[in-house]
């Protein structure tokens, strides 16, 4: 009872009822599509004739027939909207044009806060654990700042950890960020990034094929994971242990044709196991941005900035002396003290200073390491 080809989209309050459903996919969907011709004749179907079309279960076809709530979806989108969202359907001139790499599982509907440019197709990927160490952050807003600096959209899941050390990096550069999540876009997730979810729609966009009001399940989270990967050129994995979700955005960029990159960890690290390994399936090696920008380099032709980076901020004599004693990973007030021969007030003053310039981070319980 099926048809071929792909039917151009109608736009309508039928189409969003299909896409707020909790048990149809965009590949059911579109076959549904197919063999009624519009989602509102998919509505007037009878179960048998439903039946006929693949994937539609008993269950699903129940929600199709037995659907009523018309004012209540109404409603619902109204709210959305009067929250500064936006409904953005595949075939808008907007829709992220990577995504129809995804073929039929591309998302007929977006929910979107923020803005969505036709230079965000020019996108980096960076995900990771959500137990991260300190070296895993800095080494990820390291990078997302510098792919940012150039022009790049940092796309990441806004959870906990790296993720948000990415957003943070892109943001901190002036650069271009997107959050794709795994609930709807009404359902803050982790809680603590409330305030991240302003500051990446306006530097970017937040995005979620989840309707309003979806908390964030884990079975959301692997199909959050394949428009990660389905929106970027390649994905930067930071810091994942094995059988991570971080991995499978990372099986996903394979299946998608698109470029794996990992950050070497520490071996002694559960949560470095999973990029060890997949540098030793033949992930490309990142220690800096360059690595990136190098790889994805034939496509980006004509694109990257020639130079977006901030000159290097000035320091005295004496901070460099303090900086002298850093590197990328955390050292206590104390420790720089007794290396630097100074007292600890002096030097909290001085490294207050290089924070402030932004030469250095300040981790919990007074540790500090390079920017």
């Known amino acids: 009872m099926e048809h071929g080809g792909e039917l151009p989209i109608e736009r309508d309050i039928h189409l969003i009822a299909l896409c707020f459903s909790p048990h149809l996919g965009p590949v059911t969907i579109r076959r549904l599509l197919r063999a009624f011709g519009s989602a509102e004749d998919v509505f007037r179907a009878r179960p048998a004739d439903l039946f006929g079309v693949t994937g539609i279960s008993q269950k699903r076809s129940r929600w199709i027939t037995g ?3 018309w004012d209540g979806l109404m409603k619902t989108i109204e709210k959305a909207e009067s929250d500064g969202n936006r409904l953005v359907f595949h075939g808008d001139p907007e ?34 654990s959500r137990k991260s160490s300190d070296y895993g ?31 943070r990096g892109a943001i901190k550069a002036g650069g271009r960020t997107m959050a794709v999540l795994g609930c709807g876009l009404d359902v803050v997730y982790p809680p603590e990034n409330r305030g ?6 306006a530097s970017g966009a937040v995005i979620s094929e989840f309707p309003p009001g979806t908390p964030p399940l884990r ?32 099986k996903h960029a394979l299946e998608q044709g698109k470029e794996v990159f990992a950050v070497p960890g520490n071996i002694m690290s559960e949560t470095s196991a999973g990029t060890n390994d997949l540098l030793k399936q033949g992930a490309k090696l990142v220690t800096s941005a360059d690595d990136v920008l190098e ?3 034939p496509v980006l032709k004509g694109f990257i900035k020639s130079s977006s980076a901030a000159p290097a901020p000035e320091v005295t004599e004496e901070e460099k002396t303090l900086c002298d004693l850093l590197s990328g990973e955390p050292v206590h ?5 007794r290396r630097s021969g100074r007292q600890v007030a002096a030097v909290l003053a001085t490294l207050l200073g290089l924070e402030l310039k932004g030469v250095i981070r300040q981790m919990e319980g007074k540790r500090f390491l390079l920017a």
């Open 333 to 337: 007030v104390d420790e720089i003290a």
């Open 219 to 250: 079975e959301n989270f692997p199909r959050r994971n394949r428009l990660i990967s389905g929106m970027s050129l390649g994905v930067i994995v930071v810091e994942a242990a094995p059988r991570s979700g971080s991995l499978i955005t990372a």
């Open 196 to 201: 991240l979810v302003d500051k990446i729609a």
């Open 67 to 69: 659907f009523r709530d």
């Open 137 to 167: 952050e800095a080494v990820t807003a390291k990078i997302s700042a510098r792919l940012a600096g150039v022009g790049m959209t940092v796309i990441s899941g806004m959870a906990r950890g790296i993720d948000t050390a990415a957003h």
């Open 95 to 128: 829709y992220p044009g990577a995504m129809g790499e995804l073929g039929e599982d591309a998302p007929l509907l977006l929910f979107v806060k923020g803005t969505l440019v036709e230079e965000d197709r020019f996108a980096v990927a960076m995900v990771g």
């Open 295 to 297: 790889e994805l380099a």
